[in-house]
């Protein structure tokens, strides 16, 4: 990848005390922070076989407590279910925040994630709906909403127009609250090469996009590719919350075979075209 190499430098070796620490290759931290001794490591996009992913709930909790990650986020599309799953089989054994990809009425992606002990009517979580709709829903659940892939051509994603709409929105209730300045799926996809202009954009009008966070976006088996970094001594709500977190990249590269990815790409954009038109 040929990100900011100003911005991108290896992990310093003391930062993270997992094992992680060996392969983390690129890094993002903002400039006006300090970056603390130690960190921790938090995989918040991650798609399971509750939507279409292929790894169950259960895996990607085993696998990310192998990994030694300290929370990770289950994000399945439009649907809560599998992360409530992985959040009661992880017990205290892991952070597991209880998280959905939505998909407003043009198709475009965004990540809602709840507070611990959200459980209330999983089923009630609407798709489809009018953007800001949605993301005042998620206020209302308690739920905080983060921009995934922005920019991204090879999955519908908010792209500035949506991002300038929802930050300048005089509802009370429609923001966001974070930005994915680092997406595994899209550094893997030659369609989707965005991340760069993402981390642009989100450095230029980082006081109105929260906190920056990354996520593998893994829809096969590895995890933990893409992290989100915060400090050892908070949780990541703290973190999110304060905005104290970078990203983290591992430089390893899990791209689905061309006869999966070009497939992939036509239906998703197909499918947002037709609806957009109809
Ligand atoms: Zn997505
Ligand atoms: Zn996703």
């Known amino acids: 990848m040929n990100f900011h190499l ?7 070796a003391t930062a993270i005390s997992c094992y992680n620490q060996s392969i983390m290759q690129e890094i993002y931290w903002p400039e006006y922070i300090e ?23 259960r895996e ?25 799953e992985a959040m009661a089989y992880a017990g205290n ?29 999983p089923a009630s979580l609407k798709k489809w709906e009018r953007l800001a709709w949605m993301v005042q829903d998620t206020h209302e659940l308690g739920g905080k909403v983060y921009a995934s892939h922005p920019h991204s051509m090879a999955t ?18 429609v923001y966001i609250d974070g930005f994915e300045v680092f997406n595994g799926a899209v550094a893997d996809n030659p369609f989707g090469r965005s991340n760069e202009k993402t981390l642009d954009f989100y450095r230029r009008y980082r006081p109105y996009l929260g906190a920056a966070i990354g996520g593998t976006d893994s829809h096969r088996k590895k995890l933990g590719r ?7 001594n908070m949780s990541i709500k703290e973190a999110l919350e304060s905005g104290t977190t970078g990203v983290a990249f591992s430089g390893e590269t899990d791209t689905p075979p061309l006869c999966e990815l070009i497939p992939q790409t036509l239906s998703s954009w197909y499918h947002a075209f037709k609806l957009h038109r109809s």
């Open 226 to 232: 893409v992290v989100t970094i915060f400090p050892a």
């Open 156 to 173: 519908p994603s908010l792209g500035r127009r949506a991002i300038f709409f929802l930050i300048k929105h005089s509802n009370p209730l």
């Open 35 to 57: 970056m603390p001794v130690k960190l921790k490591l938090a995989d918040l996009h991650i798609h399971t076989t509750g939507s279409d992913g292929k790894l169950t709930p």
């Open 60 to 84: 990607a909790v085993d696998r990310a407590i192998d990994g030694g990650l300290a929370a990770i986020a289950i994000t399945d599309h439009d649907t809560i279910e599998p992360a409530l």
């Open 93 to 121: 054994r892991l952070t597991v925040i209880p998280g959905v990809e939505r998909t407003d009425s043009l198709l475009r992606h965004h990540l809602a994630l709840f507070p611990d002990g959200f459980t209330d009517n």
């Open 6 to 12: 100003k911005l991108y430098s290896k992990l310093p």
